[in-house]
């Protein structure tokens, strides 16, 4: 379990994480998604003891990462951003040299190899040189040098950054296969790929966690107002001009007249939904419907409100 | 222990799948061979006099050389927070770095031993005594120029920044001690006990005193530290 409390961390006079709380249950996957610069790499790195935090705590399996650093970093596997790797190795002295620094070594190394070989689908590359491996086989070698020591938590930092949409699926089904197992920590700053990967998303903007929730959870929270658009035929002035009193709880936003039928904006909130009402004002105006497709806000709406609504402002 | 030997292990893997072992040691024989020979017939001793005087000036290039990317390298491709989220002391990994260049350096010392044969084929009433010394002398010499050369290579991730800090600071103890009659006489004294030459002359002389093995473990310990230290620091920046 990772419990974060009041968590901030300064470089001079940049707030980069600003006061953030959260908790990871085991087995869950959660996912930190923020644009470049939000502060997701930053929170990471003190979860995993690289950075010290200015204030607030970080607790691993009960651990403070201040007084217990060392043993936190032998349960947590950790793929940094840019994956750094040692080129000049080969994939098994890679691993070796991983495992041995987390004391695994003889038939248990051999048996963390092939798990991880398994799993991290690395058949082939195993005695080849990491210089020559591609960009996607070399994300696979951080991720299974993050897991030779099968940790209960997994910390990965934008772990598709840079591969192809082949190679993102790939990856995208091994985090989740892990998933079952451990608790994933994973950043990104890509939204489609944190929504087709995690349990529980949490958005980061500028340094503070602005939502947390599973996908549904925010969608419920963060929905805004459903915009309807209605084209129709044969309206008159008097029927377009009495629809927002005859119809209640909603809103024209708009009317546009186009050669041969208007379209009608119109907007309502979550609790009552018009559309009957508005169906049967339709005919008893004899107006003819061609269209109504009502518009909802989607994940990717509501991370664009949290994380520009600042910038607007400022 | 065990993860300093891994640290080690990879470094000289490394060296060794690498030219820069390989230059390093054909380069230092070159150079240590042309000025042992161009002046031992001259000078008509039983000693390896040239040769130990030569060695310390070659080593002013060298050790920053093959020290530079210790621990640069790791910070510029991004290793080091692989390493720094291992569970690993920082003073492990500095002694593992710190080991693998002593070991370059003494191999590079023992293929000089062929001047020692030179010495024995064609000298007579040799001092083997001295000999011991003056190369205790130069392989502590080279630990204290190496872990210079540690210490530049952690506090930067440039090799080349790291090489000219380190010769900076390997010169500055070189050449201490030719500037001590300028200093006033009440810094002199300081200042010849700072300077490196001061020592190993003393020791390369035959003399074993342990002064000069306390200076030459001081200057060790401070700079290892100081790299531990500057490394230790990244976690507050």
Avoid at chain 1, 27 to 39: I, Q, R, S
Avoid at chain 1, 76 to 87: D, F, K, M, W
Avoid at chain 2, 24 to 49: E, H, K, M, P
Wanted: hydrophobic content about 45%.
């Amino acid at each position: 379990m990772i419990k974060v409390r009041d968590l901030s961390k300064n470089y001079g006079d940049v707030e980069a994480v600003k006061s953030i709380n959260f908790e990871i249950q085991d087995g869950e996957v959660v996912g930190f998604l923020g644009e470049n610069g939000a502060g997701k790499t930053t929170a990471l790195k003190m979860i995993t003891g690289y950075l010290v935090p200015t204030s607030g705590m970080v607790e691993v399996n009960d651990l403070n990462i201040n007084d217990h650093a060392l043993e936190i970093q032998s349960q947590i596997g950790y793929l940094p951003e840019l994956n750094p790797l040692y080129p000049e190795m080969t994939v098994y002295e890679y691993l070796e040299f991983i495992a041995n620094l987390r004391k695994i070594s003889g038939k248990r190394f051999r048996d963390a190899l092939s798990s991880v070989v398994d799993k991290c689908g690395l058949q082939g590359v195993v005695h080849k040189q990491i210089s020559s491996c591609s960009k996607g086989y070399k994300q696979r070698i951080g991720l299974a040098g993050s897991m030779i020591h099968d940790p209960k938590i997994l910390i990965l930092d934008e772990p598709v950054t840079g591969l192809d949409p082949n190679q993102i699926v790939e990856i995208r089904g091994l985090i989740k296969s892990l998933g079952r197992e451990k608790l994933v920590l994973m950043s990104s700053h890509i939204l489609q790929e944190i929504q087709a990967t995690v349990d529980r998303i949490m958005i980061i903007h500028q340094g503070e966690i602005v939502a947390n929730g599973t996908n549904e959870e925010l969608m419920s929270n963060f929905r805004g107002n459903t915009l309807l658009n209605l084209e129709v035929k044969n309206a008159n002035e008097n029927s377009l001009k009495d629809l927002s009193i005859a119809v209640p709880n909603m809103n024209v936003v708009n009317v546009e007249e186009r050669t041969g039928h208007h379209v009608i904006k119109i907007e309502y909130g979550q609790e009552v939904d018009p559309r009957e009402d508005l169906f049967n004002y339709a005919v008893k105006s004899g107006w003819a419907i061609l269209k109504m497709t009502p518009t909802t806000t989607d994940l990717e709406d509501i991370f664009r409100k949290l994380t520009t609504e600042d910038k607007a402002n400022a | 222990m065990h993860n300093t030997r891994t640290i080690f292990l990879r470094e000289i893997r490394s060296f060794f799948n690498s030219p820069m072992a390989y230059i390093f040691l054909v380069i230092f024989a070159i150079f240590n061979g042309y000025f042992f020979t161009s002046t031992f017939f001259l000078y008509n001793q039983s000693d390896l006099r040239s040769l130990f005087s030569v060695v310390p000036m070659v080593y002013l290039i060298f050790i920053p050389a093959i020290s530079m990317g210790l621990i640069a390298r790791e910070k510029n491709i991004g290793t080091m927070e692989t390493i720094a989220t291992l569970p690993l002391k920082t003073y492990e990994f500095v002694l593992g770095k710190y080991l693998a260049v002593i070991s370059l350096i003494l191999v590079g010392l023992v293929a000089t031993i062929i001047h020692l044969f030179t010495l024995m084929k064609f000298g007579s009433k040799i001092d083997y005594g001295a000999l011991l010394t003056g190369y205790i002398g130069l392989a502590l010499v080279g630990s204290m120029y190496a872990s210079i050369g540690t210490f530049a290579s952690s506090i930067t991730d440039n090799q080349v920044v790291a090489f000219i800090i380190g010769v900076f600071i390997v010169l500055i103890f070189f050449l201490m001690g030719f500037f001590l009659p300028l200093i006033p006489s009440s810094f002199a004294g300081i200042i010849q006990y700072l300077s490196v030459d001061y020592h190993y002359s003393n020791i390369s002389r035959g003399v074993i005193d342990s002064r000069n093995l306390v200076y030459f473990l001081s200057v060790i310990g401070f700079f290892l530290v100081l790299t531990v230290q500057s490394l230790e620091l990244r976690k507050w920046q």
